[in-house]
């Protein structure tokens, strides 16, 4: 019958599959794919940075070895989280993969990276790296003195402002210091126009935090100084303007964070902190509106968050040198130009920030000023392999302080004694 | 109950009635008409930050774009056969088990029937990274089989079945087998025609669920042309924002399908004639 | 009035095979193996393996099963204990799972028996509220996050246009929880609904046309023969729905992230970032395994509750 014929091929069939499987144990080896055939190199990359500049450089590439193909695979951050561990458990990632900051130290730490010394010896003195690239960008890809990734592209977090909106309340010029913020916030908020829309994620309140001359953690105590009262201030002061001075909504819990811009762009709000990714949705969405980009304030210092993605090879890649050979293409300085004229990104190279170009692409000046005096944050902590479970706590006390207006104190010390006691068992 | 009463209860549940049933309506399709809106919008109306029910200049061409933006058509494709695939699996298989769990008295039955519905309990990420071991080992990455062969039969569908099949009178299994069927044939012929509908909502919710799948093709496809369309329909996220039309037109054009399927099988759940079997 | 058929064991001459001396309880026991083997193999090989070697990983500290680990026995079950994040995230859920599962069946029902009628255009009302379930729980979740924008979303808007205030749906500690489960229970509804709509065509118009002959009311109808005869059915909605709802991670990891400060910070996501952001392997695996069983016990209850009315 039919139906029986089919049973026992699929009967045969599955034997077949858990005789092969049931040889398995908790063993990585490398098992070759189709994308990991002889000449194609799989890089991993983000679906926002598909740039023209980019395929032109994939293109070159592929004319100058001939025989070699790229499998330009993209996702979502956390999609490639997944992905990556999964690769990684079966001994089959990518050549070189993009990551969108911290994930170096991570994957160095658990020894599933590549160091790139002997690439650095090689070719390292002809592409400039790392002398051209800016400082914090090479010790947060370090580990243990070997480098490990190399920053592609470098952000920062500054103010947009909208020019007609604070003229109209009498200030031609943006606020430059914490009590002129809370002036111009004051007198642009309205009904249903705020003076300043806060971002939902943790990461963006560094900048207050780095201002006040904070510190995520001291590596000469193995601790989270964040109890501190410069601390305590920072925050309260980001609870205060939502819950005291009224001049800020509470942001949106949500997976994306769209919703500072998108108030921005529909001049519901005044001013907003992000990066220059910012730029291009703004103009599309909004092409009359008349704003800029101001430097980061000065609280106790001048200083704010960056960010940026980060190329690394995986350990067990089949083609390591290819991902290098690539890594060093979309890093060439004129690339990095091309790049921003495309698509408004800012870049890690000394040089750059310093190009004349800079000064002809709309905001984008601004910003390579701003990655001079930008700084990381959360390198060191990090390094300790500690990072994965201490920040989401921080994420909880934000949105703690944030959303319920829980006293800044007492979240910030709930916080950093559950830090404290997670860092001191190791 | 005299009559009256009945009248105006009669009256006022069918007013309540209607009423529930236009509300249930309204705010199951609202969403769906604001997802037709979003996908004919413009990057400036969706960048505006000003919500908009119907755009100034519906862009229809973002149905045609689609197709270029990204191997669209592969990727439903893909999803078609993999989709296909598996429902087609889920109904050789569960109903036959679910049978067993049903209507067959053996040892050890409700120990096997917990075992396999304990499958259910454990969710899907936890024996993800197992199962990507062994499609490596097998070479079956970026493969149709690969994508498939996790999914070829679930607890789910058996537990459904076995639902469905215990009001079946075992009397009719009883005349079978006087009649000289064999223990197949009874399962075969007798049987699996009660179960119409439960099949057909097997088939549906399977379907459905596989067309939607999410994560396991994530990590087993590693090529973009073997990608289905819900990994497919990632490309059209940006790092910081979302491109929303164009996540609403691919949204619209998968939706299909599963219409179809819908309307296809909505014919067999016409009210069964389950004691046929005994004239 | 309970309405009855019964289920009988009586050994049964099987046609042919009745010459043969093997017992007929011997031949029903090959023939049910026989017919499980397909499901025995495949089981073994794609569940109960990779189950095994999670639980392995559960039993160590580092990166098992993708990097070097270290054998620790029991620590982290103990750990669980001891986890506030993990003993909140278990409360959330469980809130999450009995609201949304009820709900959910309720309406189904509601909604399956009033479309089981003979209403004009009811194949089309049945396929609307079908929509939200066909619409991938990834789009869904962007759709919404959009509608329920307390700033720039469509639903706060119209109420500003009637003079009304908006709402934080989704930021409020308090709203965002009831909002998702209102989410899952738009998505769902439909179905529950649709499962109901097969069990409502299982029952037979024999049963009503007797019960009316006699004089019951519609009450009564439903009362004393749709309810009892759709009890398998009903537990089948409610055991399927429970053990998908508490696994759920879907609402968690697209709409809310988990927040507002861990409001809707459901089991399996939390587990999910122990694992893939936390890197933290062997917890997660041993957290999976808590919550296999707490659902397993849950289950249990459900099926003794329902026991006997099951079998019938």
């Known amino acids: 019958m039919k139906k029986n014929h089919l049973s026992r091929r699929n009967f045969l069939k599955l034997s077949a599959t858990s005789a092969l499987a049931l ?3 908790p063993v990585r080896e490398i098992y070759p794919s189709k994308a990991q055939e002889e000449g194609v190199v799989t890089i991993y990359w983000n679906p926002g940075h598909v740039y023209d500049t980019y395929q032109k450089v994939i293109d070159q590439f592929q004319t100058d070895f001939p025989g070699w193909t790229v499998n330009w695979e993209k996702y979502q951050w956390p999609d490639m989280r997944t992905k990556l561990l999964a690769d990684f458990a079966a001994g089959n990632p990518p050549d070189m993969t993009a990551e969108p900051g911290g994930w170096v130290q991570e994957f160095a730490l658990g020894g599933q990276i590549r160091s790139l010394t002997e690439f650095i010896e090689a070719d390292g003195e002809a592409i400039e790296f790392p002398d051209d690239w800016q400082d914090y960008t090479i010790s947060r890809n370090s580990h243990e003195g070997e480098i490990y990734g190399m920053q592609i592209h470098l952000t920062c977090g500054l103010m947009f402002y909208n020019v007609d909106m604070l003229e109209a309340a009498g200030f031609p010029t943006p606020p430059t210091t914490w009590d002129e913020f809370l002036e111009v916030a004051k007198a642009t908020t309205e009904r249903n126009v705020f003076g300043f829309a806060p971002n939902q994620s943790s990461g963006y309140s560094w900048a207050w935090l780095l201002q006040n001359n904070v510190q995520y953690y001291d590596p000469d105590t193995n601790t989270v100084p964040m109890d501190t009262q410069d601390a305590i201030d920072a925050m309260q002061f980001q609870a205060d303007l939502i819950h005291v001075h009224k001049v800020a909504p509470i942001p949106i819990a949500a997976a994306d964070y769209e919703g500072p811009q998108k108030l921005f762009t529909a001049n519901r709000a005044a001013m907003i902190i992000t990066g220059p990714w910012d730029i291009k949705p703004t103009r599309d969405g909004n092409p009359d509106l008349n704003w800029d980009v101001a430097p980061a304030l000065t609280g106790q210092r001048q200083s704010t ?28 300085l004129d690339v990095e130009l091309e790049a921003t004229k495309e698509a408004g990104m800012t870049m890690p190279r000394k040089s750059w ?20 005096y930008a700084e990381d944050t959360t390198a060191e902590l990090r390094r300790t392999g500690k990072f994965g479970e201490i920040d989401p706590l921080f994420n909880k006390a ?17 916080f950093v004694t559950e830090a404290n006691r997670i860092l001191s068992e190791s | 109950m005299n009559v009256t009463n009945d009248k105006v209860v009669n009256v006022s549940t069918k007013f309540m009635t209607y009423l529930f049933l236009a509300f249930t309506v309204f705010i199951a399709i609202f969403p769906f008409i ?9 990057e400036a109306d969706i960048f505006s930050g000003i919500p908009v029910i119907i755009p100034d200049v519906p862009q229809f061409s973002n149905y045609a774009d689609i197709w270029d933006l990204a191997p669209f058509g592969r990727f439903v494709l893909n999803s078609l056969i993999v989709a296909g695939g598996i429902t087609i699996s889920h109904l050789i298989f569960d109903p036959l088990a679910g049978y067993v769990f049903a209507k067959l008295e053996f040892p050890g039955r409700n120990i096997l029937f917990l075992m396999v519905l ?15 071991i062994m499609m490596a080992r097998l070479d079956w990455l970026d493969t149709y089989q690969g994508l498939i062969t996790p999914f070829l039969m679930s607890a789910y569908g058996i537990f459904l079945m076995r639902q469905f099949m215990i009001p079946i009178p075992t009397e009719l299994m009883d005349a079978g087998r006087i009649d000289g069927c064999t223990e197949f044939g009874i399962y075969w012929r007798i049987i699996l025609p009660q179960v119409r509908p439960a099949m057909a909502t097997l088939a549906l919710l399977t379907f459905i669920f596989q067309w939607n799948e999410f994560i396991w093709p994530l990590i087993v496809v590693q090529t973009t042309a073997m990608r289905p369309v819900t990994t497919g329909l990632t490309l059209f996220n940006q790092e910081y924002f979302t491109r929303w039309n164009f996540t609403a037109t691919g949204a619209v054009i998968i939706f299909i399908p599963s219409f179809l399927l819908f309307l296809f099988t909505q014919r067999f759940l016409v009210r069964g004639v389950v004691l046929s079997g005994l004239k | 009035m309970a309405i009855r058929s019964s289920v009988q064991t009586k050994p049964v001459q099987f046609g042919k095979y009745n010459k043969e001396r093997i017992s007929s309880k011997t031949r029903r026991a090959i023939v049910a193996y026989a017919f499980l083997l397909p499901v025995i193999i495949y089981f073994s090989v794609f569940f109960f393996y990779p189950i095994a070697l999670e639980l392995w990983a559960s039993l160590r500290n580092g990166l098992p099963l993708v990097g070097e680990s270290q054998f620790v026995g029991l620590d982290n079950y103990q750990q669980i204990f001891q986890d506030k994040r993990v003993l909140h995230s278990f409360k959330v859920t469980l809130i999450y799972s009995v609201g949304s599962t009820i709900i959910t069946a309720v309406i189904g029902l509601i909604l399956a028996l009033i479309l089981n009628q003979k209403i004009r255009g009811r194949v089309i009302i049945r396929s609307i509220i079908f929509f939200p379930y066909m619409i991938s729980v990834v789009i869904i979740a962007l759709l919404w996050g959009n509608i329920l924008d307390p700033y720039v979303g469509i639903l706060n808007s119209f109420l500003y246009a009637i003079g009304l205030d908006g709402q934080y749906w989704l930021t409020d500690i308090n709203a965002a929880l009831p909002a998702v489960i209102s989410l899952v229970v738009w998505q769902n509804m439909g179905y529950a609904m649709v499962i109901y709509l097969a069990g409502l065509q299982n029952i037979p118009e024999q049963y009503y046309e007797a019960a009316r002959i006699d004089g019951a009311s519609s009450l009564h109808l439903f009362r004393y023969i749709t309810l009892p005869l759709l009890a398998p059915t009903t537990l089948f909605i409610t055991v399927i729905g429970m053990i998908g709802n508490l696994q759920a991670i879907a609402p968690a990891y697209l709409i809310t992230r988990g927040g507002p400060a861990d409001a809707t910070n459901l089991f399996a996501y939390h587990v999910f970032n122990v694992a893939f952001d936390e890197l933290r392997i062997g917890y997660a695996s041993a957290l999976a395994f808590m919550m296999f069983a707490v659902i397993f016990v849950l289950t249990m209850i459900q099926f003794k509750i329902a026991g006997n009315q099951v079998e019938y």
């Open chain 1, 23 to 25: 040889g398995l144990g």
């Open chain 1, 305 to 332: 968050f960056t960010g940026g993605v980060s190329m690394m090879i995986p350990k067990d890649a089949k083609n390591p040198e290819m991902g290098w050979e690539l890594m060093k293409r979309f890093t060439a």
């Open chain 1, 353 to 372: 920030s310093t190009d004349e170009v800079l000064e002809e692409i709309p905001y984008i000046a601004e910003f390579g000023r701003g990655l001079n």
């Open chain 1, 398 to 414: 934000y949105e703690e302080i944030i959303y319920t207006n829980r006293a800044a104190d007492e979240s910030l010390i709930e």
């Open chain 2, 34 to 42: 604001y997802m037709v809106s979003l996908s004919l919008q413009t």
């Open chain 2, 118 to 132: 304990s499958t259910l309990m454990i969710p899907f990420f936890v024996r993800m990274i197992p199962l990507y």
